[in-house]
Structure formats: structure tokens, C-alpha cells
């Protein structure tokens, strides 16, 4: 392996950053954002209409309208905004839910971020790299006993996280396949949240079966960014991060997460810079992002910033932030973890929220080990949402949506600008339901205890009546699908 030092010298290439910002200049200005925010004041009920109209037509808002959404806080309005939400989910992606589980490849980090208690200054934290025995041992857990279909591997800054290691641990997180009671269990989406990374070696990351690239600015606030990661350190470089996103879309991978963690600086300035962040992708490349994550300061071991930031996110506030950016990016998936409370995650699911995490567990090689409580010297935060994906799914199902294990557009070819389309149109709701019933359907008989199989049971025929009915065409074929499932095949797609 090489050395730490010459590792971190050689990871930054300022040729891929200033590429980008050529006479344009950096995408991100804060004295527009901080105008937009001033001039656009509580909208009145007209303007307020207007927004919302141009929202349900599945059309991204412009500055200036998120601007006045992020102001709108009288109660008339929060309700206008919230059923407006409503409807945008709904007409983008029909009453489905998507799980996931995040798998900790390891802890190690080069970086020292002041609010994170993975940081390299922090010597209580018990380091550990997984070797390719103890991935397998995991996805054994996931796959073959909780049922989860798709991961977001997590990966720290540091050499023994570097691109050979993650083409090795996603091959082997493939690899894995699991007995089950009825079939086989298998991971067949993962995703990636990592340090940003060069070009070339995010051609290699696609390559090796990528589902969606996450990586979070954390604060786009250049001031307060610079304040929290030292200047000395690989993650202290602003824009190299700014603009990973432009080099993952350069690099061919369709799919990019966006997100910010909230509690680090305004939270309105960060709404409006990740919308503008999703803009600059869109004009630059055609594309936007597929997800935006939510993910809030929480306490961390030895990490006093994560309790005293004066910049800390309430609840109230919180609701607001993910009913904007569902209006003002109405066809992005937005993810909330399980960093949040139950309460919250019920709760969000009203404002438009698409994707969650369940039966999480982020310490580094904690779902093999199978210790239920939370230990602060391997893991970054401390969870606020323990539940097992079944009692999450029975939630759920008790609410009206249903959980979708669907990964089949990935494999289809359904990313990038095909997706983004299709979303737009409304046509990727319906289509999905085919798909959403066939894996849940799945994950019922494999993996639901009876008291969630019961509940979900009337949804099932609930969805199945109305696919009859919206989409005849395809009813036949979803039938003979899902008697197969019924029989023992798996992992069958539209």
C-alpha cells in the first residue's frame, strides 16, 4: 500500500475543477442566493398557486420560486405546500417507498472534520477496515436474513479505502447469494457514498455495477466549509468536492445523490445552494441529481461542534426544508435515514420523502456481529431509528405505501436522462408499481413475520386491482409474473 502522505498528495487534480469553472465561475454565489432570499418574501396566495402549479407539472423552480417557498411559513401556506408535496410524490412515484441498509466499509479517514467522530484527530475511535471475508459475512445477514436488495457502501477518505479496494468489496457484496425460505437472497443495487474521486477512477466505479454515487458538500457555505475542514487535509479543498458530481456525469455515471448536512450553517442558504447544485448539473449535462439526502448534525464521539452549532435544525424547520426541495425538485428521490427519530420518518413520508434505511446498523462489521446496542467508538453518530426493516415495512403498510425492492431500472438501462423522462412525464410511478408488487411480494413470503404479512396483505390486492385497472395492457403479464413469484422464482422485472 502507499504511503498515507503520498497518498493524499496525489489525490486532488485541480485540472478536473478548473475545467469547469472556465468564465463562468463557481456555480455557487452567495450574494444571489442571499438576494433571492431577501427580495422573495412571504408569497401571497396568487404566487404562492402559481409555484405550486408550476411544481405539479413536474418542472424544477427557479431561484427565485424555492427562495419564496423557503420563506413561506404562515400556516396557510405550509398547508398548501404540503398537499401540493403530496401530489408531486404521488405523480412521480405512486404511493412506493424504496429501503435500503448502509454497510460501513470501514472507519479509517486522512481527513478531521471537526463535527464527525470518524475523524482522524479523534484516537478513541476503534479504526477497522473490513477484509473481504468479514463483506461477505454482512451481505450474509442483510441479503439472507433481513432482506434488504440494495446497500449504500460507505467508504472513508484514506488508502485503505482507495478504488481497488471498493472494486473489490462491490464485487464480493455481488457475489454473495443466500439460501432463503423460499429462494435465493442477493444484493442487486449498490450504491456508493464515498470521498470525491477522480475521473478516471470513477470510470472504473461504473464499471464495476454502480448503482447511484453519493457525495454530500456537507455545507456549501464556502466560509463555514473552510472553518470545519482544515486547509491541511485532502476534504479542506472546497472545490475539488463541489464539483465531484461534474466528474462522475463526465465519467459516465448516470446516477448522483446529492445532500448537505443540515445543522452546519443556515439551513435556508443550504436549500438553495443544493437546488442550485442540482440546476448547474442539469444545464451543464442534461441530467440532475436522483437523489437528495436530509441527513441532520447529530452528537458524535468526542466531536463538541455536533452539539454546540448555533446553526442546529429543529424539527419544525427540518419539515420545511424536505417540503421544499420535493416542490422545488419534483422529480428527485429524496432520502431521510436513519439518523432521525420514528416520529420524524413517519412524518416525513406525508412531506415527500421516497427512500429510507431500515435495521441499520453503522458500526463497522455490526450486522455480523450482532450487538443491538450502539457503540460510540466505531461509528460516526449516533442513531436515532433502531427498527427492524419488517416493523418499518408493517408501518408502512399500515400507512398505504407500499415497499418497493425494485432495482430493475438500473439493470434495464432506465438511468441518467431515460429516468429523468420518465419521471418528468409521470409515466415512472406506473410503470414501477409492476415491479414494486413483484418484489414485495417477494420479500413477504421470504423474510415477513406474520403480523407484518397480515397487515400487508389488503395492500397487495389493493395495488394488484389497480394496476388492473390503469394498466390493462400489461395485467396478463403481471399475472403469470407474480404466480411465479408465488412459486418460488425470484428477481423477476418489467
Known amino acids: 500500500?502507499?504511503?498515507?502522505?503520498?497518498?493524499?498528495?496525489?489525490r486532488i487534480k485541480p485540472e478536473e475543477v478548473e475545467k469547469y469553472i472556465g468564465q463562468e465561475g463557481v456555480f455557487i454565489n452567495d450574494k444571489a442566493i442571499d438576494s433571492a432570499l431577501k427580495k422573495n418574501s412571504s408569497p401571497d396566495k396568487k404566487r404562492l398557486e402559481d409555484i405550486l402549479a408550476k411544481s405539479l407539472s413536474i418542472v424544477s423552480l427557479s431561484a427565485d420560486e424555492t427562495a419564496a417557498l423557503v420563506n413561506a411559513r404562515e400556516p396557510w401556506q405550509v398547508d398548501l405546500m404540503q398537499a401540493a408535496a403530496l401530489q408531486v410524490k404521488k405523480k412521480v412515484y405512486?404511493?412506493?417507498?424504496?429501503?435500503?441498509?448502509?454497510?460501513?466499509?470501514?472507519?479509517?479517514?486522512?481527513n478531521d472534520c471537526l463535527y464527525c467522530g470518524f475523524r482522524d484527530s479523534n484516537k478513541e475511535s476503534t479504526r477497522k477496515t473490513l477484509n473481504l471475508e468479514e463483506v461477505r459475512q454482512e451481505i450474509k445477514v442483510l441479503a439472507g436474513e433481513i432482506g434488504h436488495k440494495r446497500l449504500i457502501a460507505v467508504y472513508g477518505e484514506h488508502p485503505l479505502n482507495?478504488?481497488?479496494?471498493?472494486?473489490?468489496?462491490?464485487?464480493?457484496?455481488?457475489?454473495?447469494?443466500?439460501?432463503?425460505?423460499h429462494g435465493i437472497g442477493a444484493i442487486r443495487r449498490v450504491n456508493v457514498n464515498a470521498a470525491p474521486m477522480q475521473v478516471a477512477e470513477l470510470r472504473r466505479l461504473k464499471e464495476a455495477g454502480l448503482g447511484t454515487y453519493q457525495v454530500f458538500q456537507e455545507t456549501y457555505h464556502k466560509k463555514t466549509y473552510e472553518a470545519l475542514h482544515p486547509s491541511h487535509t485532502v476534504k479542506g479543498d472546497?472545490?475539488?468536492?463541489?464539483?465531484?458530481?461534474?466528474?462522475?456525469?463526465?465519467?459516465?455515471?448516470?446516477?448522483?445523490g446529492l445532500g448537505a448536512l443540515f445543522g452546519l450553517y443556515d439551513w435556508r442558504y443550504e436549500v438553495m445552494a443544493l437546488v442550485e447544485h442540482d440546476r448547474a448539473l442539469e444545464k451543464r449535462f442534461g441530467i440532475g441529481a436522483h437523489t437528495i439526502s436530509f441527513p441532520r448534525l447529530e452528537p458524535a464521539q468526542n466531536s463538541p461542534y455536533a452539539i454546540s452549532s448555533k446553526y442546529r435544525v429543529s424539527d419544525d424547520d427540518f419539515k420545511h426544508i424536505m417540503l421544499v426541495i420535493r416542490l422545488s425538485v419534483p422529480h428527485v428521490g429524496m432520502i431521510i435515514t436513519a439518523r432521525e427519530t420514528p416520529q420524524m420518518r413517519h412524518d416525513s413520508?406525508?412531506?415527500?420523502?421516497?427512500?429510507?434505511?431500515?435495521?441499520?446498523?453503522?458500526?463497522?462489521?455490526?450486522y455480523a456481529d450482532r450487538k443491538d446496542i450502539q457503540e460510540d467508538s466505531r461509528q460516526q453518530f449516533i442513531l436515532g431509528d433502531t427498527r427492524s426493516l419488517d416493523?418499518?415495512?408493517?408501518?408502512?403498510?399500515?400507512?398505504?405505501?407500499?415497499?418497493?425492492?425494485?432495482?430493475a431500472g438500473y439493470r434495464c438501462g432506465r438511468t441518467g436522462?431515460?429516468?429523468?423522462?420518465?419521471?418528468?412525464?409521470?409515466?415512472?410511478?406506473?410503470?414501477?408499481?409492476?415491479?414494486?408488487?413483484?418484489?414485495?411480494?417477494?420479500?413477504?413470503?421470504?423474510?415477513?413475520?406474520?403480523d407484518t404479512r397480515r397487515i400487508a396483505e389488503p395492500l397487495i390486492e389493493k395495488e394488484m386491482h389497480e394496476i388492473k385497472a390503469t394498466n390493462p395492457e400489461m395485467y396478463g403479464a403481471f399475472m403469470k409474473a407474480y404466480e411465479k413469484i408465488k412459486n418460488g422464482t425470484r428477481d423477476l422485472y418489467f
Not at 500500500?1 to 496525489?10: A, C, G, H, L, Y
Request: charged share 25%.
Open 417 to 450: 436522462d431515460k429516468i429523468m423522462g420518465l419521471l418528468r412525464s409521470g409515466k415512472e410511478g406506473k410503470f414501477c408499481k409492476l415491479n414494486a408488487v413483484l418484489t414485495f411480494r417477494e420479500w413477504l413470503d421470504d423474510f415477513a413475520s406474520d
Open 162 to 181: 482507495d478504488i481497488d479496494y471498493m472494486l473489490e468489496t462491490i464485487k464480493a457484496i455481488y457475489d454473495v447469494k443466500v439460501r432463503t425460505k
Open 1 to 10: 500500500m502507499m504511503n498515507t502522505n503520498d497518498w493524499i498528495k496525489q
Open 238 to 256: 472546497y472545490l475539488w468536492r463541489l464539483y465531484v458530481m461534474h466528474r462522475a456525469l463526465e465519467a459516465g455515471i448516470d446516477d448522483v
Open 349 to 366: 413520508i406525508a412531506l415527500g420523502i421516497t427512500q429510507t434505511d431500515a435495521s441499520t446498523k453503522i458500526g463497522v462489521g455490526a
Open 94 to 110: 405512486d404511493n412506493r417507498i424504496v429501503t435500503f441498509a448502509p454497510l460501513y466499509l470501514g472507519n479509517n479517514c486522512v
Open 391 to 407: 416493523e418499518l415495512i408493517r408501518e408502512f403498510s399500515a400507512m398505504g405505501y407500499i415497499t418497493s425492492f425494485c432495482t
